[in-house]
């Protein structure tokens, strides 16, 4: 076991790209319209964060916003908003899979959605985790930072259902850090968590040896650390649906057509090794 990704074919997905999306999505998936700088876009069932220009906009960072706006490239992350929709994912995951191993309903204090996200890239993505991370010091952290919040984000897996993308041409590779980068890795949450000005956790990023952190994920801000990563393995297309552990470092890369993909998100109280394990049991799925 490599512990990177777990194929699931023949499981029922009842929910295609045009159930989903509406045309404007399609074309700023396609790169037929500018990039809007605006952090939330609203799709036809579902609500989309623009992350990058998140990233890039507002910020002393010009002239990465400027390139981002040249390239148009959009990536994004989407949650359901429309209640039929939201009903009819629900349904489908309580009909799917066994009941303890997704998350419950999220709320957000003002909407509930399913624990899905939808993830669009249009382009090659850098080297990053996701999954869960030891939060030192836990309980000296006021509650309205927003731990919880980051708890629930950072699931050991999502089981991974293709909307739109070419079939064979791209790859999602997984890799192990060196000693050294787990080091910095262990450092940079550190530092993430005791140095504690006002800020909340949503929003905070904290970069160590050019490594950064946020609430949801970690990643490399340049290439210092690509040779202290080998290569474990990679997953090839998109040919069924698969779990992904979050907890590796990975990268997708695409031939140039946006992959779109629907992500269940798994019960933060698993390992990724349990949820093999339960797959194999036949304990995953009904
Ligand atoms: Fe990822």
């Not at 706006?69 to 994912?89: L, S, W």
């Not at 797959?279 to 009904?286: I, M, N, P, T």
């Amino acid at each position: 076991m490599l512990e990177c990704y777990c194929d699931v074919p023949d499981i029922d997905f009842p929910f295609t790209a045009e159930d989903i999306f509406g045309d404007y999505e399609l074309d700023l998936f396609h790169n037929n319209v500018p990039v809007p700088k605006e952090i939330t876009i609203a799709g036809k069932v579902v609500k989309w964060n623009n992350w990058m220009a998140g990233k890039y906009a507002g910020k002393d960072n010009k002239e990465a916003w400027e390139v981002y706006q040249k390239e148009n490239i959009f990536n994004g992350e989407a949650v359901i908003t429309d209640t039929k929709m939201k009903r009819e994912v629900w349904d489908w995951m309580n009909a799917t899979f066994q009941p303890n191993v997704f998350q419950e309903i999220w709320n957000d204090g003002m909407h509930s959605h399913p624990p899905v996200t939808i993830l669009c890239f249009s382009d090659s993505t850098g080297w990053h985790k996701e999954g869960p991370i030891d939060i030192p010091n836990e309980d000296t952290i006021p509650k309205e930072q927003g731990v919880e919040y980051i708890k629930r984000m950072r699931a050991p897996a999502v089981i991974n259902f293709r909307l739109l993308g070419d079939i064979d041409g791209s790859v999602l590779q997984f890799a192990k850090p060196s000693e050294k980068m787990l080091q910095n890795e262990k450092e940079l949450i550190d530092k993430f968590f005791t140095v504690r000005p006002e800020e909340s956790f949503h929003t905070k990023i904290v970069e160590h040896n050019t490594m950064n952190i946020g609430a949801t994920q970690h990643w490399l801000a340049n290439e210092t650390w690509h040779n202290d990563l080998t290569q474990i393995t990679e997953h090839k297309g998109m040919h069924n649906a698969y779990i992904v552990n979050l907890a590796q470092w990975h990268r997708v890369l695409t031939n140039g057509s946006p992959r779109v993909a629907f992500r269940v998100h798994a019960n933060t109280t698993f390992t990724f090794k349990q949820i093999e394990q339960m797959v194999e049991a036949g304990k995953f799925f009904k």
